[in-house]
């Protein structure tokens, strides 16, 4: 578990539930645009569904 990785998204197979950590060791954040110039354009791309 990853202490400084914060992920309250309880679908992720990562996510650990009860203390609302990222179990991976690193992620991965992309972008769908060639700027990113606002939250709804980067992602967690390490996300997989539980």
Same mark, same amino acid.
């Given at each position: @578990?990853? @202490? $400084?990785? +914060? *992920? #309250? =998204?309880? +679908? *992720?197979?990562?996510?650990? #539930?009860? #203390?609302?950590? *990222?179990?991976l060791?690193?992620?991965? =954040? =992309?972008?769908?645009?060639?700027?990113?110039?606002?939250? +709804?354009?980067?992602? *967690? $791309? $390490?996300? #997989? @569904?539980?």
């Amino acid at each position: @578990m990853n @202490m $400084s990785i +914060e *992920c #309250e =998204v309880t +679908e *992720c197979k990562y996510n650990n #539930e009860l #203390e609302k950590y *990222c179990m991976l060791n690193k992620i991965k =954040v =992309v972008k769908h645009d060639g700027i990113a110039n606002n939250i +709804e354009i980067t992602d *967690c $791309s $390490s996300f #997989e @569904m539980r």
